[in-house]
């Protein structure tokens, strides 16, 4: 079965042919949207809300900042990432990845030693975002932190690394926490994370629970 997903979650199913990672890689680099692969399933991706992009738009702005004159490098969606434990071909909302980055190939647009991986939930996408999707973020031997960004309030699930299987998960959340992300040694202010993602300018605040 190939499974449609909106922003990443499946909602709806079709029969359809098992692909190889190659055919994956020819049809995704050939196609105006994007797709999802694992165990020979292709998922298409739906387009993004106005919050979400917003939000990815704070942070890539914040980490661009912080990280421009260090060895770490950050990337939008577009890059693609590769879990060689599972087999799962995704799109994080946002990779870093800290010294020489490793691609599947000489196109490279498919990373495979992120650092830090960042994911805007919604709610089609929180459950799968923070179960199986997490399950097959944490096989990355390069991973050292998750970061699971909430789009309806200033609120971030943190996955640290602390042990070779072992992950600490810290829930950050108000306007005034930041996320101390220890990998790459900086710090987010929840405030600038969510910066002009719900109102405008002149009413900063969040929506209610």
């Keep these: 079965m190939s499974v449609e997903r909106d922003e990443g979650d499946r909602v709806s199913t079709q029969p359809r042919r098992k692909f190889t990672p190659a055919e994956y890689l020819e049809i995704e680099r050939r196609a105006e949207t994007k797709s999802e ?33 260090g060895p770490c490098e950050v990337f939008p969606s577009d890059m693609r990432v590769k879990v060689e434990a599972s087999g799962l071909y995704t799109y994080p909302d946002l990779s870093v990845v800290c010294g020489e980055a490793r691609f599947e190939d000489e196109h490279l647009d498919t990373l495979l030693n992120p650092t830090v991986l960042i994911e805007v939930l919604s709610p089609s996408t929180a459950d799968y975002d923070r179960g199986r999707k997490a399950e097959h973020y944490r096989r990355l031997a390069s991973l050292q932190e998750i970061l699971l960004v909430s789009q309806d309030g200033a609120k971030v699930g943190r996955h640290r690394r602390v042990g070779e299987r072992e992950w600490l998960l810290t829930e950050i959340a108000g306007n005034d926490a930041a996320v101390d992300l220890t990998s790459l040694n900086c710090v987010l202010p929840l405030a600038q994370v969510y910066e002009r993602v719900w109102a405008s300018r002149a009413d900063e605040s969040e929506p209610s629970p």
């Design 37 to 69: 692969y694992h165990a020979g399933e292709m998922f298409a991706l739906a387009g993004a809300s106005r919050y979400h992009n917003r939000i990815v738009r704070n942070l890539i702005g914040m980490l661009y900042t912080r990280l421009r004159a």
